[in-house]
């Protein structure tokens, strides 16, 4: 915790947007759930047991004004849990927070609409409790719809409305209040590219605006091209904070860690010629589990082999998440022969291609197969291994490297 | 003391894409100055009030508002609607007690037992929906930070629009039916305040109460079931008066009850005086009497504000 907190220490002396103190925050987990006056009467002291589940220890953190700055860690890592407490939601259990200047949360994809009332209600009140007064928020209502794109659906109610239009409705209303400091809670995870895109507009606007933004994602390639620090939760402690790409990478260590050196055990169970492990490499040697993009990338896995074999085909087929082949590296693609091998024997493979892959996460499915055309299959192993590729999003798939050039005609 | 970071918070209004016609003067100010000072070190979470009273009402009102067009727009005969439910309870209280069992008669019963069923079920209305309403708000409590108390009084404003419209339909009821105007008739506002104290208190504690125990729904709408027939709706208080309940005089032990107190005064200031009628405080047995229903209004408000104000915070996390 130490080194995170002489970090964390703004630059300059202005006053910090958000300033929080050693906050922890706990929440009873009873071993049974008395929520019954009767059992609480007739058991008045078996309620007493409970497990405290930390959700967010002693955390301290200062956020100078114009920030933006974002919080990532795993599922159940502590991240809502903070964000609502710098909300204003819950209360703290310990430590202090101080907020200076209005605030505006976008928690859980909402700011609290109720979907009997239609647009226009919802609005303002909404703005109304996120601090402007009723003609503010009536002057301030168009500017609303219109972000959001929904003038056509101002008296509709809200429980008629897709989900992606209450999620642009609630966007809109919590950026449009005029508040000095932002919370952020995966906003980009829904709504079409198009609003993504607005999203992305508005972080600018914001930016340029001085706007301090406190953001919450999963999305490790906005958090590259946004975030100006990230904090990274683990089990409710702040176990990294600094530059974006030092952050990302623990935060992919931590995520996909472990895969790369668990998942050949399945394989042990064969009988016949199989795959024992698969990993990343990078340029160096080292086994990663993270890669920046424009580094080199070894694709890796080891065969005991268990009869001999005369030039199989040695293949390496790399996916993306949605599961679509991005790269098959084939021993047999320049003709060479791969040599031939004796039962016995254990053969470590490696590909290396330059890596051009667009920032996400890839798995690893090697494969061997007889003489030939390559369909004759001997051993493969469906995604062994993975690696989250690292860097600017472009959405591409691939980002070849590019040279720009603007001439005037 | 924040004039040294010119390019940060304070830019902000400068920057603003439109500045609001009118009202941009007149709310730059108070922000200013409540953006340039660091705010103390409190404890940063929902509370029940709040720091800003003027937000504190607006949102109560913007809110009583809605859920009022609501309810009168949500449906095709609205207002109607909420006006025949007392109306048809009325209608047919009244064919019992008075076409067939001809009991509780006195002169304007039927003026009576309007009045009394309005307030009644103005009394019924806010704690039965103020018992749900933190629960039926999750989504709002647990996605923004605003003042938790302004939920039940959105709930107890609601009814009281509500009532104020039925009000005017029992004023038009006891005029046609010969009341004439008396100037004791004031004292009607100073009764509907006592009762409104005495719901609003009673919901604030449901509504906390219910986010623990699940289970103060059904016990409500006993007590509540309880309390209409304990409280002189279909009969005045007079009717208890010979009568002895465990030794004490009936219509004395009723008359400890806010709600009795309430119908019979508002019977003795708006009725033409006739034999019978007696005000609260003679119906009670005299004026230091009324310090036990006084002190049971003061101490359910006190109580249930007390109680709402120390589970405010807490509420977002125990939904």
């Not at chain 2, 699940?214 to 007590?223: F, L």
Request: glycine share 8%; proline share 6%.
């Amino acid at each position: 915790m130490a080194p995170s907190v002489e970090a964390s220490r703004p630059p300059s002396a202005a006053p910090s947007a958000v300033s929080v103190v050693g906050l922890s925050k706990g929440f009873r987990l009873p071993h049974q759930q008395y929520s019954t006056l009767k059992e609480r009467i007739l058991h008045p002291f078996r309620s007493s047991t409970y497990d405290e589940l930390r959700a967010v220890q002693d955390i301290t953190l200062e956020i100078p004004p114009g920030e933006f700055f974002g919080i990532v860690g795993r599922n159940g890592s502590g991240k809502s849990t903070l964000l609502k407490c710098l909300a204003g939601i819950y209360r703290a259990d310990r430590g202090s927070i101080a907020i200076n200047g209005r605030l505006s949360p976008f928690i859980e994809l909402g700011v609290g609409f109720n979907s009997d009332l239609t647009a226009r209600d919802n609005v303002i009140i909404n703005a109304i409790m996120l601090g402007l007064t009723r003609r503010q928020a009536r002057a301030r209502f168009d500017d609303v719809l219109a972000f959001a794109e929904l003038e056509e659906f101002v008296d509709l109610k809200l429980k008629n409305y897709s989900s992606g239009m209450t999620v642009r409705l609630a966007f809109a209303v919590a950026i449009q209040v005029d508040a000095d400091i932002l919370l952020i809670d995966e906003v980009l995870a829904v709504g079409d590219v198009s609003f993504q895109q607005k999203c992305y507009e508005q972080f600018h606007r914001m930016q340029r605006e001085g706007k301090t933004i406190v953001f919450v994602t999963h999305d490790m390639s906005a958090v590259e091209r946004f975030c100006d620090r990230v904090a990274l939760l683990e089990r409710g402690e702040m176990v990294e904070l600094g530059e974006p790409r030092d952050v990302t990478r623990a935060y992919n260590e931590l995520n996909f860690g472990r895969l790369a050196h668990d998942a050949g055990d399945a394989a042990f169970r064969s009988t016949g010629t199989f795959i024992s492990e698969g990993w990343f490499e990078d340029a160096g040697g080292e086994r990663v589990a993270a890669l920046g993009q424009g580094e080199a990338m070894r694709a890796c896995f080891e065969v005991l082999v268990r009869e001999p074999l005369e030039d199989p085909v040695l293949a390496v087929t790399l996916r993306n998440e949605a599961g679509q082949t991005m790269v098959v590296g084939r021993s047999d693609r320049h003709g060479e022969e791969s040599g031939s091998f004796a039962a016995g024997e254990r053969l470590v493979v490696s590909f290396e291609f330059a890596n051009w892959l667009a920032p996400s996460r890839y798995t690893l499915s090697p494969s061997i197969a007889r003489e030939g055309t390559g369909a004759d299959t001997v051993a493969v192993a469906e995604d062994i291994a993975s690696v989250v590729v690292h860097g600017f999003a472009t959405g591409g798939v691939l980002d070849p490297p590019q040279r720009f050039e603007v001439r005037r005609g | 003391m924040s004039a040294s970071t010119p390019g940060t918070r304070d830019a902000s209004p400068a920057a603003e894409p439109e500045p609001l016609p009118g009202a941009g003067r007149r709310r730059r100010r108070p922000r200013e100055g409540a953006r340039t000072r660091p705010r103390p070190l409190r404890p940063h979470g929902p509370s029940a009030f709040g720091s800003d009273l003027r937000r504190f009402w607006a949102l109560t009102l913007t809110l009583a508002r809605t859920e009022f067009k609501l309810r009168f727009f949500g449906s095709v005969l609205g207002y109607l609607w909420s006006l025949m439910r007392p109306l048809m309870l009325f209608g047919v209280l009244y064919f019992v007690f008075v076409v067939i069992a001809r009991v509780g008669t006195f002169p304007y019963f039927g003026v009576y037992l309007l009045a009394s069923i309005v307030l009644f079920t103005y009394f019924a209305e806010v704690t039965g929906a103020s018992v749900t309403c933190l629960v039926a708000r999750e989504a709002m409590l647990r996605k923004v930070r605003f003042p938790r108390m302004v939920i039940p009084l959105a709930v107890s404003l609601t009814a009281l629009f509500n009532l104020g419209m039925n009000l005017i339909a029992v004023l038009v009821f006891a005029l046609l039916s010969g009341v004439r105007p008396r100037w004791s008739w004031v004292e009607m506002p100073v009764l509907v305040v006592g009762l409104v104290i005495f719901a609003t208190g009673i919901g604030m504690l449901l509504s906390a109460l219910y986010v623990r125990y699940r289970d103060v729904q059904p016990i409500w709408e006993v007590i509540s079931q309880a309390l209409f027939y304990a409280s002189p709706v279909l009969y005045a208080i007079d009717t208890a008066r010979s009568q002895k309940v465990a030794g004490m005089n009936a219509e004395h032990l009723l008359m400890n009850n806010p709600l009795a107190v309430v119908f019979t005064q508002m019977r003795y200031a708006v009725l033409p005086p006739f034999p019978r009628a007696q005000s609260a405080a003679q119906a009670i047995g005299g004026w230091p009497h009324l310090a036990v229903p006084l002190g049971i209004v003061a101490g359910v408000f006190a109580f249930g504000l007390w109680f709402f104000n120390r589970e405010a915070p807490r509420i977002a996390e125990n939904l």
